[in-house]
Every structure is written in structure tokens, then in C-alpha cells.
């Protein structure tokens, strides 16, 4: 295992849409950033004090940006598919290694590289900008909220990353790993809305919707139920679970003779 790990992160580090990705995803949001806080400098009066960004302005422009999560789901496509619309799985179980093994490093270097990209994307560009403009809130809270926000990365890249794995070649792997996690969310904001009509006016410890990932950016300290964390946690869990038993169950079906 520890092999194929070695193996595929080398290959990762070596593609150039994993560093053509992180750099639009970093350098993206930074650039406009920069370009915001230029354009309002140059537009204020000059006794005034120029507006700059602050570190919540730069990560809301993140999250509106909904491109940017797309093209990370595009490089966990890549990633998680290349080796197998290719010979390289082949020849690598031709020296002996179990197709599982194979599949859990892939697995592991596919998310890996999924989430290092949305860490820096969100961290790098709001830290650089806030240095000007300051965090606005409480780093503590700003922190937690962006912590909420990882979460739900976490479980919609490990969907991605199952969906990506039931197709064979890259094209139909990148289709599969953005339109479906995006298309969950049509009934799950549905599942909301009915629980929260069937539950109006009632005072529960927690809601089936707090299993969802779009439910945790409401979290906020010191109004979040022990039960509420536990069942982001279940969440989390289950996603990553689902991912990597029906991801493997397919790639165990894959024709690599």
C-alpha cells in the first residue's frame, strides 16, 4: 500500500492540471481581491480612508463563485480516473498488487488532492487580503464558520469522488462528479423544506435536515446542540463510508485483464 501511495502521489505532483487548478483556485479569488480593493482606493475621495476587504468579504466572494468548487471537482475526476482509462492499472496489477489496494490509495490520493485545493483556496487568499482589511468578526467565529464550510466539502468531494469512480473514462467521470453531487441537492433541499413545515412551531434537540451539509453553515458557537455536532459527524462519516464501499465494489468490477 504504502508503494501505491508513493506511486500516485508522484504522479499526481507531476500533473499539470493539479497545479493548473490550484493556481486558478488560489490565485483566483486573491487577483480579484486585489483588484477590488484598487478599484475602490482609486474611486474614494482623497480625505477619505479607502475601504479594503476583509477577510469575510474575500471568503463570501469565495463561496459565491460556485465555479471554483466545480473545478476542484474536476481535478478529483482526473485524478480518480486517470490510471484507469489508461494501462497503468494494468501493469500495475500485473506485478501482484490486489486490485483493492490500488483502489484505496487512488482513493485516498483523489480526495487528498481535492481537499488540499479547497483548504488553500479558502485559507490563502482570505488571510493574504485580510492583513489590509482585517478578519471583520471574531477570528475564533470566522474560523469555526470556515470549519463548517470544510465539513460540507469534505461530504460533497466524497460523493464526487464515487460518482467520478463509476465511470470509465475521464470525460464521463468529470460529467458524473460534478453534475451529481449538484443534482443531490434538489431533493435534499426538499427533504428540508418538509421538515421544516412539519416542524414549525416545535422546539426539538435537532432536525433530520442537520444531517445535511447546507444546514452546518447555521451553526453558530454557542447555539449548537451536542446532538446537532453529532449528527454533522454522522453525516461526514456515512459520506465517507458510502464513497469508499461502493467506490470499490465498482472498481472491483472494472475489466483490468
Known sequence: MKKLLRFHFHNLFRSSSFYAILGIMVLGPLLIGLLTDLSIAVSTQPDATPYLLSGED??????????????????????????????????????????????????????????????????????????????????????????WDFAGDVV??????????????????????????????????LFELTIRLLTIGRDLPFYPVD????????????FVSILQYVCAGVSIAFSLAFSLVIGWLCARKRDLK
Open 156 to 189: 460533497n468531494g466524497a460523493f464526487a469522488l464515487f460518482f467520478a469512480f463509476l465511470a470509465r473514462k475521464s470525460a464521463s467521470s468529470i460529467i458524473l462528479a460534478i453534475a451529481c453531487p449538484i443534482g443531490l441537492l434538489i431533493p435534499a433541499e
Open 211 to 222: 444531517f445535511l451539509p447546507l444546514s452546518w453553515t447555521s451553526f453558530n458557537p454557542g
Open 58 to 147: 474575500v471568503y463570501n466572494m469565495f463561496k459565491l463563485y460556485a465555479t471554483y468548487p466545480i473545478l476542484a471537482f474536476i481535478e478529483l475526476a482526473l485524478v480518480a480516473n486517470e490510471d484507469f482509462s489508461s494501462d497503468v492499472a494494468k501493469t500495475v496489477l500485473g506485478r501482484g498488487y490486489r486490485k483493492s489496494d490500488f483502489f484505496f490509495s487512488k482513493w485516498i490520493v483523489a480526495f487528498s488532492s481535492y481537499l488540499t485545493i479547497m483548504l488553500l483556496a479558502r485559507l490563502v487568499p482570505t488571510l493574504l487580503l485580510s492583513l489590509g482589511g482585517g478578519l471583520a468578526y471574531d477570528p475564533g467565529e470566522f474560523f469555526y464558520g470556515m470549519a
